[in-house]
C-alpha cells in the first residue's frame, strides 16, 4: 500500500468537496427545472381543460339565447322579401342606370 503524502490528502479531499460541490449544484438546478416543467405544464392543462369546457358551456348559453331571436328574424326576413321586393320596379332602376351594375 503506497503512502499518500499531505499535499496528496489535500487535493484528494479538495477535489472531492470540489465535485460534491458541483454535484449539489446541479441537483439544485435541477430540481429547479423540473418543478418550473411541472409548473407550467399544470398551467397549461388547467388553460387548455378549463378553456375547452368554459368554452362549450358557453356556446351553448349563447345558442340557447340566440337561436329564438335568429329564428324569428329569418321569419320576419322571408316574409318581408315576399312582400318587400318589387321586381317591376328593379328592373325599371336598373334599365335607367344601368351604372349600377359595374359594382357587381
Do not use: C
Not at 449544484?25 to 409548473?39: E, H, S, T, W
Not at 392543462?45 to 345558442?63: A, E, H, P, S, Y
Not at 337561436?67 to 328592373?91: F, M, T
Amino acid at each position: 500500500m503506497t503512502q499518500l503524502s499531505h499535499e496528496e490528502k489535500i487535493d484528494y479531499i479538495y477535489s472531492y468537496i470540489k465535485a460534491e460541490k458541483r454535484n449539489k449544484i446541479f441537483k439544485i438546478i435541477l430540481k429547479v427545472i423540473l418543478v418550473l416543467v411541472l409548473f407550467f405544464w399544470a398551467q397549461y392543462l388547467i388553460n387548455n381543460i378549463g378553456q375547452d369546457q368554459i368554452r362549450k358551456t358557453i356556446t351553448d348559453q349563447i345558442w340557447d339565447i340566440t337561436a329564438p331571436i335568429v329564428k324569428d328574424l329569418v321569419k320576419d326576413l322571408d316574409a318581408w322579401s315576399v312582400w318587400g321586393i318589387n321586381k317591376e320596379r328593379i328592373q325599371q332602376l336598373l334599365k335607367e342606370n344601368p351604372s349600377l351594375l359595374d359594382n357587381f
